[in-house]
């Protein structure tokens, strides 16, 4: 049974990861405020970028416990740790900047975005001013567009 956080969006998909299965690591959120946290990115830019887009958004990474976090290489102070961040799957780097572009058309509000070829990392904190940071991995900018 999945547990909704919106119309479009459950908290079993931030847990889900294929490398935390292949790696028998446990990677389910262990706090309110973490579920917390993940409510909020959700509420205030995925579900409301779901609405706009009108098809589904798939996570590839979303909460990452912090075994998961070291075994995919994140940064120590990443995001995804607390809940505050996800990585949306695209097809290929024109499907990111259309994402970013309507983000922006919209002023759905963000704490980072990072451009990679084939996903779009975005952030939302659940307290203090959202930074607008925008980032462009090596592997958007080496991407035909």
């Known amino acids: 049974m999945k547990t909704p956080i919106s119309k479009h969006f459950n908290y079993e998909e931030f847990e889900f990861s294929q490398k935390a299965n292949e790696l028998g690591i446990d990677n389910h959120i262990p706090s309110d405020k973490i579920r917390f946290a993940i409510r909020l990115l959700v509420l205030n830019l995925l579900q409301p970028l779901r609405d706009k887009v009108q098809r589904p958004l798939v996570l590839n990474s979303g909460y990452r416990s912090p075994a998961l976090n070291k075994a995919v290489g994140g940064a120590k102070d990443s995001q995804h740790l607390k809940g505050e961040a996800a990585d949306i799957f695209c097809k290929d780097a024109m499907e990111v900047l259309l994402l970013a572009q309507i983000i922006f058309r919209y002023s759905l509000p963000f704490d ?17 001013k959202q930074r607008h940071q925008i980032l462009y991995n090596k592997s958007y900018k080496e991407a035909q567009l």
């Open 112 to 128: 980072q975005m990072i451009l990679h070829d084939s996903l779009l990392h975005l952030s939302f904190k659940p307290d203090g």
